[in-house]
């Protein structure tokens, strides 16, 4: 009878063995694939990391720069006589500030496509590239939105100036 438990013990303890490399296998494998690639992502997640810090400085200065030159140019006293720049400060803003801020969010752009593109996620970072192709109408829709207050301003001036001058004295 003992050698009938023995064995009836060996089988038993074989085919729990062989359940538990079955079932454990399979996650075994799910967990090291998983870690495999989280410390292969490691790389390209310090290079997008350090791609942001480095367009966040490169924004803020060149946001900065395109400010000071703004407030060197007496840019902002010239808006202020137009309807435009006087409606921008009743909003609490000044066209100098949405300008550097509008140049500023172009490169967090431009650096984020760049560290998207580092991650490799692609949609996304197709979603990001197809930005790009209306910049340039943002920026002429910025340049007109702001020349062209200031050109109206000057012919209206020069209207109300000129108009009264060239009128004839009735005979």
């Known amino acids: ?18 359940n538990a490399t079955s079932v454990l296998s399979p996650a075994l ?6 870690f495999a690639q989280v410390i292969a992502a490691i790389p390209r997640v ?6 942001l810090l480095i367009g966040y400085i490169i924004g803020r200065g060149v946001g ?4 000071k030159i703004l407030e060197k ?8 006589r137009t309807g435009l720049g006087q409606a ?8 100098s500030r949405i300008i550097s801020t509008a140049v500023r969010w172009f490169i967090y752009i431009f650096f984020i496509t760049a560290a998207v593109n580092t991650l490799q996620l692609t949609q996304l970072a197709q ?11 943002l920026v002429a829709f910025i340049i007109i939105l702001v020349i062209g207050p200031i050109i109206a301003e000057f012919v209206g001036n020069w209207a109300q100036k ?7 004295p009735e005979v």
């Open 162 to 168: 000129e108009i009264p001058a060239i009128r004839r």
């Open 1 to 18: 009878m003992e050698l009938f438990d023995i064995n009836t013990l060996n089988l038993a303890s074989t085919v729990m063995q062989v």
């Open 73 to 80: 140019t007496k840019f902002e006293p010239t808006m202020q």
């Open 64 to 67: 900065w720069a395109i400010a």
């Open 29 to 34: 494998t799910s967990l090291n694939s998983f």
């Open 127 to 137: 979603a990001l590239t197809n930005i790009w192709p209306w910049i340039p109408n």
């Open 88 to 95: 921008v400060t009743r909003s609490g803003w000044s066209m």
């Open 46 to 51: 310090i290079a997008a990391g350090i791609i």
